[in-house]
């Protein structure tokens, strides 16, 4: 197809726009343009590539995911090999290199100048561009020669598939950029949560993250994490000029498009560069990515080149480390904690040892799925390091130190703090303790549900006043409310007289409800008030629902597995029965439920397992309607079983039922069943 000539403009346009936002939005930090605009400006130009094939680049800002998975990375030879540095543990050390940098250029210490720089808690990448283009992104390796990873890299937005023509130097035909890559803090934390609730491992750090993500086969996986990158030197440089000193050639590089650390600094001096040290030490938790030192760079190069190379490193520069943010400790114990809610999180009691300057004796473990992943045993030598500065994590156990004894963590069945089962939900993560109304850890929680507005709307019965009560065990539970006394509230902080008096007429006036609100206030996990409504509606009182299986709540409107399954565990703790026994003992009553006969509806006292794809309608369309007519709908097949209904690819519930002998109906047959009114009979 020919391109109309303004089309083909209009497409250099956009790119070229395009190419600017980013810019100002990567490298300068400062967007021009809201995000949706730019958005606009991004669909614009990808309907016009769609429409003009034959106009996409390689190079245009929507060819950031090109090709498919790869089979294997392939090989880069690196033109000029990609170095390491020395270390620096101690400022000590930093001076002794001071020294000896100040000795080869016979100056003294103060007269030289550095820059100093975050050392970036990623990997080292080498990107070439090519007449401004990026042609190639390489791993480091051995330094020699490392890993093609063009088409993950492409995906980082803040990489530049082009440099900047507007910039005010042209850029040398071929040019070599180095730096790092890494994931920004929030973006881990994310990326770290995603994988938890995809029930996938989590990374144990930004840089394993990073490093994980670049490593994809597959450029799609790699778009989808938060990756950037920070440029900070360069490596093969042809046909062109740059800077003499490296501060300048960063500002450069800058120019041209290529995104630079905004915390580098100059520094005249050993003694400046120890202050930059300690300033960006002190600032750390707060950058927004994760950092394990500063670098030190000799600025000037003619005096980089007068003082060249020990082995595999410079000596005109060094990294200054930070104190470790991992180390190795014994896991004494797993200890339960029982939160607000009632989720139940494992949490490892460790040998205190230090991580990054503070003593670490306790990590939270998560959820049980977490310890099976890392197969934590009692006895285990793991590692403990400290994410984005704050809050300690295991990171992993050194199995070839695992003692003889250690002893596998076993998930326990009851609440250690009420002793009411643990219960986990299928599909979820979270165990959480069934004790509710009655569990201590949750008691507050608890309280505060049941006299909120929508529940037993005890006027008055606010947060604080809860607190109060549970604080000084006035309360344990909800039916204590209705025991206590105007002296007893009147006793306590900022409640007058008056006030006194008037909650307990709204303690009294809540007596009188309705049985929904009464089961909505217990609290039942996953019971909202429309189930606790349909309950109502459909029992009709409370010891039918307190003495339903599994089946019969299921066969309530909106009730499946997952609910049906926590009603029911919730009633089987004894302390609940008494709860509940003492709230009705102290006047709590609501009035009778009409509940239509089931008997005079057709269909009352038929049992029916709905299975397979109907086409006429949807399974829980089907379930309504038959449950209207009286119907019991449970999900499996069992002698109690009076009809299955088979819509296409019915499985194993048609298997069993032909082998109960049950009678089986297709859809047909269903509607048929529909059909019978309540007149007809
Ligand atoms: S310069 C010849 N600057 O540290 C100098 N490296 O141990 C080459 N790194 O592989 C590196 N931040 O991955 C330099 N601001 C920074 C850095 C930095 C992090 C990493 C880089 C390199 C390793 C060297």
């Known amino acids: 197809m020919t391109v109309p000539s303004d089309v083909a403009a209009r497409i250099r346009a956009l790119r070229k726009q395009l190419n ?91 007269e030289i100048d550095f820059t100093a720089e975050p050392k970036l808690d990623g990997l080292a990448i080498s990107l070439l561009y090519e007449a401004g283009v990026l042609v190639r992104a390489a791993t480091r390796g051995d330094g020699i020669t490392g890993e093609d990873v063009t088409q993950n890299v492409r995906t980082i937005s803040c990489v530049p598939l082009r ?71 360069i490596g093969q440089v042809e046909d062109g000029q740059l800077p003499d000193r490296h501060s300048a050639i960063l500002a450069q590089l800058k120019d041209w498009g290529l995104r630079v650390c905004p915390q580098i600094r100059r520094a005249q001096g050993i003694a400046a560069c120890l202050d930059y040290y300690r300033d960006i030490g002190e600032r750390r938790s707060q950058l927004a990515y994760e950092i394990d030192g500063v670098v030190y760079k000799v600025d000037r190069i003619d005096q980089q080149q007068a003082l060249g190379f020990v082995s595999r490193a410079p000596r005109w520069a060094i990294a200054h480390k930070f104190p470790a943010q991992e180390a190795l400790t014994r896991l004494l114990d797993i200890d339960i904690q029982v939160g607000r809610t009632g989720a139940i ?30 197969d934590l045993h009692r006895g285990d030598t793991v590692v403990v390091y400290r994410a984005g500065d704050v809050i300690p994590k295991v990171g992993g156990v050194v199995l070839s130190r695992r003692p003889p004894d250690a002893r596998p963590f076993v998930m326990p069945t009851h609440c250690p703090v009420c002793d009411s089962d643990i219960v986990r939900l299928e599909g979820q993560v979270i165990a959480r303790c069934s004790g509710g109304l009655f569990c201590p850890a949750q008691r507050k929680e608890a309280i505060k549900h049941f006299a909120s507005r929508r ?10 006043l809860v607190e109060q009560l549970v604080d000084r065990d006035l309360v344990h539970d909800p039916a204590d409310l209705y025991a206590l006394s105007v002296e007893q509230l009147a006793a306590l902080e900022r409640v007058a007289q008056k006030s006194a008096e008037n909650l307990l007429a709204a303690l009294e006036k809540s007596k009188a ?78 009035p009778k439920i009409a509940v239509k006969k089931p008997a005079t509806l057709p269909l009352a006292g038929k049992v029916i397992v709905l299975t397979g794809t109907l086409q006429g309608l949807s399974r829980s369309e089907a379930k ?58």
């Open 163 to 233: 440099l900047r023509a507007e910039a005010q130097r042209p850029w040398p035909r071929v040019l070599e950029v180095r730096g790092e890559v890494y994931m920004p803090k929030a973006g881990f934390e994310a990326l770290n949560e995603r994988q938890r609730r995809a029930g996938e491992k989590p990374f144990a750090n930004p840089r394993n993250a990073a490093a994980g993500s670049l490593r994809q086969l597959d450029p799609k996986i790699t778009a989808g994490r938060p990756l950037a990158m920070f440029c900070y030197g």
């Open 455 to 464: 529940a037993m709307d005890i006027e008055g019965l606010g947060e604080k």
């Open 345 to 374: 999180t494992p949490v490892a009691r460790l040998e205190p040892v230090e991580v990054g300057g503070v003593t670490v004796t306790n990590a939270t473990l998560h959820n049980q799925d977490e310890i099976a992943r890392m």
């Open 624 to 681: 309504q309607r038959l449950q209207a007519l009286g119907a019991k709908v449970t999900g499996s097949v069992s002698k109690k079983t009076d009809w299955v209904i088979a819509g296409e690819a019915a499985g194993s519930k048609l298997e069993k039922a032909q082998g109960l002998g049950i009678e089986v109906l297709d859809e047909a047959g269903l509607l048929n069943l529909l059909q019978i009114s309540p007149a007809s009979i």
């Open 20 to 110: 600017e936002h980013n810019y100002r939005y990567y490298v300068l930090d400062d967007p021009e343009i809201p995000d949706a605009e730019y958005d606009r400006l991004f669909r614009e130009l990808q309907a016009l590539e769609e429409k003009y094939p034959a106009q996409v680049t390689a190079d245009s800002p929507t060819q950031r995911v090109g090709a498919g998975p790869l089979k294997i990375f392939g090989e880069v030879r690196h033109a000029v090999p990609m170095l390491s540095l020395g270390n620096a543990f101690s400022a000590e050390e930093v001076r002794d290199f001071g020294r000896r940098i100040a000795e080869k250029l016979g100056l003294s210490e103060d």
């Open 513 to 590: 409800t309705t049985l929904g609100r009464f089961l909505f206030a217990l609290g039942i996990r996953e019971v909202g008030e429309t189930t606790a409504q349909s309950l109502a509606q459909h029992f009709g009182d409370l010891p039918s629902i307190e003495a339903a299986d599994l089946d019969t709540l299921q066969s309530v409107p909106d009730v499946g597995p997952v609910v049906a399954n926590s009603i029911y565990t919730f009633f089987r703790q004894v302390h609940n029965r008494d709860v509940i026994d003492k709230l009705v003992s102290a006047g709590i009553h609501w």
